[in-house]
């Protein structure tokens, strides 16, 4: 044996590794060098392929390792590992481990194989590369499979393979070694089912358990292959059905099958805890990933889901084995037990705790950060940990995680401990010790109670039991549980106190009641289960107080006192609920006797004292029944003997109160008819009578209590009778109250102002009646009815006529006069005449003359006269009346003299009276005031006045008299203005002409002369002047105080302006002063003065005319042109100024006799001025032109750049041949030549589309300014800046071109997401209400789909056209949103679409209660969609329904529940059409309406005639149960020999109709042919039978030889070479039928 051999090393580490444990691991070492001839053999000899290793137990009971190179699993073989090689001869170094196959045999060989070839060889050979596969490999796979599924059938039934021959084991007793999944059990009794040499008992039972397990199998596959998040609806549905399955499989018995029950407890427990592995897996797999780093909020879902199924599955399995199969024949022995699943249990509450109290932690620490970040790491140690691995394994890792989450705590515990100390002490403490206080006080009314408190103590609850908050707040807590524990003594008072008050008052049965049908016992029990309640709250509060320290706190050993009493008080509470219960049975019992109903008595007796009908129903009974079930609503079980006489009297129960309330309503039927409505329930009220007075079964005999089947018709009778009359008769006190509330209405209403109310209160009484009519009530039954409300409108009517004419002038309506100033008049407008006459005509006649016209509602009233009576009544009111309204008149007359001293007279010139009248200042300021106090008291008079029905507007005459005074003041000011103006204007001619004179300069002596003369004039007239200037001041000051007072318009009150007259006049005192001095001086001056300016004037000439040739232009000007022109004008117009001077002077000389000076050279140089002038204006005009399209804004001027082109092309030619010695002709070619050059660049700077940055960057392109207050924008953007920058804008056209591309690629792109956005927000669904005939709620639903889904289609295709754009990346983040959002669009309105039509088809169907085990699921998809519906009805805007959270996942789950319970109808309505044919004829709808309204003879009536094509309707009996005749579409008759009852299996008495109306015909054509009656036989009998006749006739004269003998009805003989005769004779007899009939 060599130890350095690789291949031995390899087989021995082989067998160690794989049959052992580490512990084992020297044991199976030493053992392979016992046996090492065996593993020498397979590595060594050619002819052995194999070693076999198996791990055994001896006879001693120890394990021992057997090698050899056999294959043979013994019985006492436990594993086996087997090594083959793969190649022949000695293994080499190389064969390993390639050529090296290892397996293992484990349980048995059987079972390792299947095993084998179902986890490994058959997914192996299943797997395809994607290339065909060949027959063979096809081959090899069917017969694999077929391996696997015998292999397995046999381990599932228990069958021991050995020498090829099995043996069958009774499913009870075989071993569930191959049972490892649910389904496997599902498909054991499936196999056994269709096995064919399964004995028959055991063939049937497994065919009875397949069929239990059959809804289970397919919703296990279900939730099995689920994807994505947790399937909880589906699991939940799994466990109920599952519950319920079970349920039914543990009750079903088999005589064969070991206690006589089909399915053992050993295979079901095996299969609970199956189940419960295949729920742990499916949490397993679906929890989130990065459970401990997501927030709680994204696994809270999850968790609460994963809760909620292992407390379903735990409820199921706790109902199940601890209550319904403990209770059940079929006894569940011991107690079910499943650590593992307990062990996930208690796993899903501590990772709830611990996420919880993490979510409290975080709220706590808001406003801490630091905390706060210290706090998000506390779920670091669990990594990635799956919270669902329970293991025994797992545990290990899943403590250390937890105790590295508990050490993470402890300081963020520290940290909340404050807060919650705060909490407690200010908010819970005070709520609790309140509400404790106000509870013990009974006579207060609590406004808080303590299970509240509670509630808000349970939220700090997880982080209450964490040790190191305990112990902080151990005085707080202490100060709760001293709470709780006086709230648990108020509880035990008020206990006491109970107990105490009942047995004082001897109530122990709980006789009577203690509030509205509330039985005292039943009381006493609930108020015990609320005390229990309460005790039971506290224990949870106590609990969450508690936790789970160790260590020995102060409030601890509170808690646990607390606890103690709060048990002790729930163990009082359920002794006295069970004593009360004790005492009322006993009591209930003895009373039986008395109350037992007599079933062999009579239903009722009349009275014939007064006429009263006596029901022999104990009331005891209905008292009984009403404790029993309340007792048992509550959980309270009921003695056997009670619950006997209960079911018996349960049985009638119903019947019971159905004759009761029909025997109240005829015992009352006096009060509860309106006595004016009996003529109109007459008929039902007669039909009523006679069913409830003959209580007689169909042989004549009375109906007792113990004839069932007899009452069940009677009453059903009896009550739709009664209903019918009750309904009846309610219709009409809902119409009786409507029509009072209308004739009420009409009493309060006016005849006059309310007289358009009084039409319409009529005609909706009127129409009232009609709707009467309409629901089958008769005009005649009606007579009654309709006088009555006649009598009732004429009190109204009476009521409101004296009403209105007592106080007529003041109820007539209101009506608009005016009192107006015409020609100086006062008059009325209308005139008074017209008033006068439209009173009478229109108001007074038509109100009193009402009752002749009106009419009501009854034949009666129709008549003229009906309300004549009113008006005889009235005669002294209608007097009155006429008197009022000429009191009336009188008034009106009245009025306007009242208003005639304010009203003046027209006069013709108003102004010219002033002038006449008033001559001085004073008069002026007199009228003035008197005018002001008299407008004053204007005012004061009112804007209307009210006399009677007339409103008399007094505006138009206090217009007018404002306007009369504000004319007269206008006047006035107007007048006084103009006297001073003309005061005025005659000191300013004065002054004027004195100035002119004394001003004149005297240019010769004899002027002089003429100067002093006109000075002593003037001397003269100087006291005249005076005064008017005193008038002036006097009417100024008037005029001021006249403004000030701002009673006067714009203008008038102006005082005349004297400031220029004043100067003037001070200037023109002194000037006569100084008169004859000035002369003199004057005369020696002129000469010498103008010699001087003569001189300077040549000296100015010569040098204007060196400047001007300096200025002057020669050849090619530099600089700018229109600067020289500019220089050119001023120059021109300071020439003009100098020759005009040069004129004057001249003028001068002559004057004083001097010599004439010479200016020529102005002649010459004013030739040249023209001359250059004329020459340079067509470059003025060029400017001139080109300023007024430069100065507008690029906006403007940007689609117009033809005008620039003819602008250019119409100076190009203006210069065409002047270019040669022209400098302004050249000047303007450059300028033109410039502008050319830019024109054909200025339309990519048209800035369509173009954003505002565009614009800044051909700015910088142009160098124009961007920055300052001179900076160019787009808003202040001219030509003129393109036209400056001419030259720049031609050379950067390259990069202008790409920049106008870019914008106009930008713009396509953003109008179109501007037209997604406007869309978005602007698109909404159209919806509107859908109600089912069904009569569910109503629910809106969308339409206009096609619309919709076209324009998110159409959206879609924008978005993918713009991705073709070159500038697509700037935008797209925004594409993308819209694109992913337009996708959620189209895929989820196809969903909600094809949901919606589904919903609509299916949802009448189920609310009509089709399809009971699909209902659950239907009413859940119904919830799902119109929550989503009303959703969408709240914000039915179209792109937010793609916002709407796991909107995909939600539609496809609701399309695939749709179409399940689609199926499942197709499927029922299959199975109705397979029981009776013929209602293929119908469609879905038609066949539901008449499943669930078999008994409907409106619904049989309207489809009898499409299932049978000749019966057009039948005839019913008189109770509407049973079907007596089938008719025709031409009425014709036939009578059913037996009449078909009509029951709720349609289908069953539908063919039973067609059984019977084969047989009747088949009947009376047999009777017809022997005796042909012509009246009593349906013509289709006839024909046929006349046929058979005319059949038999002829055989007989074939037979006879006799043919030509043959006869017919007409005489004529038969035809044997005729077919067609008897058809003929047929129709004829046909025809005498028809006009029998």
């Known amino acids: 044996m060599s130890t350095a051999d690789p291949r031995r090393e390899y087989v021995r580490n082989a067998i160690v590794d794989a049959l052992g444990l580490p512990s084992d691991k020297e044991w199976l070492l030493h053992e392979t060098y016992r046996s090492e001839q065996a593993i020498t053999a397979f590595l060594e000899d050619a002819t052995v392929d194999l070693v076999a290793c198996s791990v055994c137990v001896a006879a001693s009971g120890h394990k021992q390792l057997v090698i050899s190179n056999t294959a043979d699993f013994s019985p006492s073989c436990d594993f086996q590992l087997l090594l083959t090689k793969l190649r022949p001869g000695p293994l080499l170094l190389d064969d390993i481990p390639k050529n090296v196959s290892i397996s293992s045999v484990s349980h048995s060989r059987v079972s390792s194989l299947y095993h084998a070839l179902k986890n490994v060889y058959t997914p192996l050979l299943g797997e395809s590369d994607g290339s065909e596969l060949s027959e063979s490999d096809s081959q090899l796979q069917g017969l694999v499979r077929q391996l696997e599924a015998g292999l397995g059938s046999s381990l599932r039934q228990g069958q021991q393979v050995k020498d090829y021959a099995a043996e069958l084991v009774e499913p009870n007793h075989a071993p569930l070694s191959a049972i490892l999944r649910p389904e496997d059990e599902i498909q054991l009794w499936s196999d056994l089912a269709a096995s064919s040499t399964c004995p028959a008992g055991l063939q049937q039972r497994a065919a009875s358990i397949t069929q239990k397990f059959a809804h289970v199998s397919s919703k296990l596959q279900q939730v099995r292959k689920a994807s994505g998040a947790l399937p909880e609806e589906d699991a939940l549905d799994l466990i109920d059905e599952l519950h319920q399955t079970l349920e039914a499989l543990w009750e079903l018995e088999a005589a064969d099958a070991p206690g006589g029950f089909a399915w053992g407890q050993r295979r079901a427990q095996h299969f609970l805890k199956l189940f419960a592995v295949m729920l742990t897996g499916l949490l397993q797999v679906h929890c989130p990933k990065q459970f401990w780093q997501k927030p709680f909020g994204d696994v809270e879902a999850s968790l609460y889901g994963a809760q909620r199924l292992v407390n379903a599955w735990s409820r199921c399995t706790h109902d199940l084995t601890s209550l319904q199969w403990l209770a059940s024949p079929h006894t569940w022995e011991g107690r079910y037990e499943d650590k593992l699943f307990d062990g996930l249990n208690e796993r899903l509450d501590e990772v709830l705790d611990m996420r919880e109290t993490h979510v409290e932690l975080i709220e706590l620490l808001a406003a801490d950060s630091i905390a706060q970040s210290a706090a998000a790491q506390v779920f670091a140690p669990f990594g990635d940990l799956n919270p669902f691995h329970i293991s025994d394994y797992a545990t290990p890792a899943w403590m250390t995680a937890k105790a590295g989450f508990e050490s993470r705590m402890v300081p963020i515990e520290r940290c909340i401990s404050q807060q919650l100390q705060e909490a407690l002490r200010t908010i819970i403490l005070p709520a609790l010790t309140a509400a404790v206080a106000q509870h013990a006080d009974r006579a207060s009314g609590a406004v808080m109670q303590p299970s509240q408190v509670f509630k808000a103590l349970k939220r700090y609850s997880g982080l209450l039991c964490r040790p190191a908050i305990a112990a902080a707040l151990q005085d707080e807590l202490l100060a709760v549980v001293q709470q709780i524990d006086q709230y648990l003594d108020s509880i035990q008072s008020s206990f006491e106190q109970r107990a105490q008050d009942n047995h004082r008052l001897q109530r122990p049965s709980g006789a009577g009641t203690t509030g509205i049908n509330l039985p005292s016992i039943v009381d006493d029990l609930m108020w015990a289960l609320q005390c229990q309640q309460k005790a039971e709250q506290s224990m949870a509060a106590l609990r969450g107080l508690a936790g789970n320290n160790r260590k020995p706190l102060a409030h601890n050993t509170a808690v646990l ?27 209930t019992v003895d009373k039986l006797s008395n109350i037992k109903m007599d079933q062999s008595g009579k239903l009722m007796d009349m009275d014939s004292r007064n006429g009263r009908i006596k029901l022999h129903y104990n009331e005891d009974l209905v008292v009984l029944l009403r404790e029993v079930r309340q007792l048992q609503s509550i959980g309270f079980g009921v003695s056997r003997d009670i619950l006997a006489e209960v079911d018996t009297a349960n049985k009638f129960y119903r019947h019971g109160l159905l004759l009761k309330q029909v025997v109240n309503f005829y015992n009352n039927s006096a009060t509860e008819i309106i006595p004016c409505q009996k003529p109109m329930l007459l008929q039902y009220a007669q039909d009523f009578e006679n069913v409830l007075l003959n209580p007689k079964d169909g042989m004549g005999r009375p109906i007792t209590w113990g004839n069932s089947a007899a009452l069940e018709g009677y009453v059903r009778r009896l009550q739709e009778v009664a209903e019918q009359l009750k309904q009846k008769n309610r219709m009409l006190k809902t119409w009786h109250k409507v029509a009072g509330d209308k004739v009420i209405a009409l009493i309060g209403y006016d005849l006059v102002s309310g007289k358009d109310k009084w039409a319409a209160g009529i005609k909706r009484l009127r129409e009232l009646f009609i709707r009467v009519e309409q629901d089958g009530f008769t005009m005649q039954s009606q007579a009654v009815w309709r006088l009555h409300w006649d009598h009732q409108i004429h009190k109204a009517l009476a009521y409101q006529y004296c009403c209105s004419l007592e106080s007529i002038n003041n109820n007539l309506a209101q009506i608009d006069i005016s009192l107006t100033v015409r020609q100086g008049r006062l008059q009325f407008e209308p005139p008074l005449e017209e008033i006068h006459v439209a009173h009478y005509k229109n108001q007074l006649r038509p109100l009193l003359a009402i009752p002749l016209s009106f009419k009501g509602v009854s034949e009666a009233s129709e008549r003229p006269g009906f309300f004549k009576r009113i008006m005889e009544a009235n005669v002294s009111g209608i007097a009155k009346a006429y008197a009022a309204a000429e009191t009336l008149f009188g008034q009106l007359q009245a009025e306007p003299i009242k208003w005639a001293g304010w009203v003046a007279t027209e006069v013709d010139d108003l102004a010219q009276l002033i002038d006449e009248q008033l001559h001085e200042v004073a008069d002026w300021d007199n009228n003035l005031k008197a005018l002001k106090a008299s407008a004053r008291e204007a005012e004061k008079l009112p804007n209307e006045v009210h006399i009677g029905c007339y409103t008399i507007n007094t505006q138009p005459v206090k217009a007018a008299i404002e306007r009369q005074m504000k004319e007269l003041r206008e006047e006035l000011l107007a007048s006084l203005r103009r006297k001073a103006l003309s005061h005025k204007n005659e000191v300013e001619a004065f002054v004027s002409d004195a100035q002119a004179t004394l001003g004149k300069a005297a240019t010769s002596i004899e002027e002089i002369g003429t100067a002093r003369q006109a000075a002593k004039t003037l001397v003269s007239s100087l006291p005249h002047i005076m005064d008017c200037r005193r008038h002036i001041d006097d009417s100024n000051r008037l005029l001021k105080s006249m403004a000030a007072v701002g009673s006067v318009g714009v203008g008038l009150g102006q005082p005349v302006d004297m400031a220029d007259v004043d100067n003037a006049w001070d200037a023109f005192t002194a000037q006569l002063q100084q008169h004859d001095t000035h002369l003199d001086e004057q005369k020696n001056q002129l000469q010498g003065q103008l010699a001087r300016q003569v001189g300077e004037m040549k000296s100015r000439i010569s040098g204007f005319g060196a400047r001007w040739q300096e200025v002057k232009p020669h050849g090619m000007p530099s600089g700018d042109p229109a600067l020289m022109l500019l220089k050119m004008e001023d120059y021109s117009k300071q020439l003009t100024d100098l020759q005009q001077e040069a004129q004057q002077m001249a003028v001068g ?101 173009w954003e505002r940055k565009h614009w800044t960057q051909l700015f910088i392109m142009l160098k124009l300014v961007t920055k300052g207050p001179d900076a160019v924008t787009f808003d202040n953007l001219t030509l003129a800046h393109f036209l400056d920058k001419a030259d720049r804008l031609a050379g950067c056209a390259e990069e202008i071109k790409a920049l106008n591309a870019q914008a106009l690629g930008e713009s396509v792109i953003r109008k179109a997401l501007e037209e997604l956005q406007v869309w978005g927000l602007e698109r909404r669904f159209t919806l509107y209400s859908y109600s089912s005939t069904a009569g569910t709620k109503s629910c809106p639903l969308i339409k206009e789909w096609r619309e919709v889904m076209t324009e998110v289609g159409d959206h879609q295709s924008l978005v993918a056209s713009l991705k073709q754009a070159a500038y697509f990346h700037l935008f797209k983040d925004e594409a993308g949103v819209w694109e992913r959002r337009l996708a959620v669009l189209s895929e989820g309105l196809q969903s909600l679409n094809a949901i919606q039509r589904k919903w609509v088809y299916l949802e009448p169907i189920f609310a009509r209660g089709a399809l009971p085990n699909e209902q659950p699921r239907f009413r859940r998809i119904d919830d799902q969609f119109r929550q989503l519906l009303s959703g969408t009805e709240a914000d039915p805007m179209v792109v937010h329904f793609a916002d709407i959270p796991r909107i995909m996942e939600t539609l496809q789950q609701m399309l695939q529940q749709m179409e399940i319970c689609q199926k499942a109808l197709s499927n029922f309505l299959e199975d109705k059409r397979s029981v009776f044919p013929r209602f293929y004829f119908i469609g879905d709808d038609d066949l539901l309406e008449i499943l669930g309204q078999a008994r409907d003879p409106a619904v049989i009536q309207a489809h009898l005639k499409k299932l049978f094509a000749g019966v057009h309707s039948v005839a019913l009996t008189d109770s509407k149960n049973a079907i007596t005749a089938a008719m025709s579409i031409e009425s014709e008759s036939v009578q059913l020999a037996t009449a078909v009852p009509v029951s709720e299996q349609v289908e069953s008495w539908l063919q039973s109709l067609l059984t019977g109306m084969q047989a009747t015909l088949q009947g009376l054509l047999t009777s017809c042919v022997q005796h042909t009656d012509f009246n009593s036989m349906p013509s289709q009998v006839l024909c046929l039978a006349s046929a058979i006749r005319f059949t038999q006739q002829a055989e007989q004269a074939i037979e006879a030889g006799k043919l030509s003998s043959l006869q017919v009805y007409n005489g004529t003989t038969a035809s044997s070479q005729s077919p067609f005769h008897a058809i003929k004779a047929v129709k004829e007899l046909y025809g005498s039928v028809k006009k029998v009939a």
Request: glycine letters at 4%; hydrophobic letters at 40%.
């Open 561 to 587: 006192a607390c606890q103690a009493v709060a048990k002790d008080l729930v163990k009082e509470l359920q002794a006295w609920k069970q004593t009360c219960l004790s005492e009322w049975n006993a009591t």
């Open 1149 to 1249: 000389c002559a004057h004083f006799s001097m010599e004439e000076p010479d200016f020529s050279q102005l002649d010459t140089i004013s030739d040249d001025i023209s001359t250059t002038k004329a020459a340079w204006s067509r470059f003025g005009e060029f400017m001139t032109q080109r300023a007024s399209l430069a100065r507008r804004d690029w906006l403007s001027v940007r689609d117009e750049l033809w005008r620039i082109e003819d602008f250019l092309n119409q100076w190009s030619k203006g210069t065409d041949g002047q270019l040669s010695g022209d400098p302004v002709a050249i000047i303007l070619a450059k300028e033109i030549d410039s502008y050319r050059r830019c024109l054909p660049h200025l339309k990519f700077v048209r800035g369509t589309g």
